[in-house]
């Protein structure tokens, strides 16, 4: 399985879901809004995620989407593209309509200008998220 075990990924995916509670927090602080919502209620604004990841990792990202899914947050990855979809087109909406990037890096994805660019978007709009499935470090 290229070295990570899946428990090392559920404790990434752990601390991504801790990321987005804390914006999720420093959202209400400061639009004030805090009167509705106390930290760590179930009723928290559900994030948008993007996933990037190279093909060739689908089986070991399907367990990543699914964990991220499982707290409650609407995930998106080109998985979800419906037949006859413009890739492209459909790719970019999701990209930019996120409200984290989830980069996720093996030693394939380095290798993917898709993969290269959207985790440069994320970058750019300070929405990435990098996690390693095998170790591999994130090129930026």
Known sequence: DGGSSLSDRRRAVRRVHRRFS???RRERSLTGD???E???DAQQRIKRVFVSYSRKDKARVAEVVKTIESFSHE???DDRL???ARFTAETEERLKA????VVLWTADSVKSEWVLDEAQVGKAAHKL??????GQEPPL
């Not at 996120?98 to 990037?101: K, L």
């Not at 998220?129 to 095998?134: A, E, G, H, R, V």
């Open 38 to 40: 106390a930290p760590g």
């Open 75 to 77: 995930v998106w990855w």
């Open 34 to 36: 805090s009167a509705s």
């Open 129 to 134: 998220i990098p996690l390693s499935l095998d």
């Open 98 to 101: 996120a409200d984290f990037v």
């Open 82 to 84: 419906v037949a006859g």
């Open 22 to 24: 804390g914006a999720n």
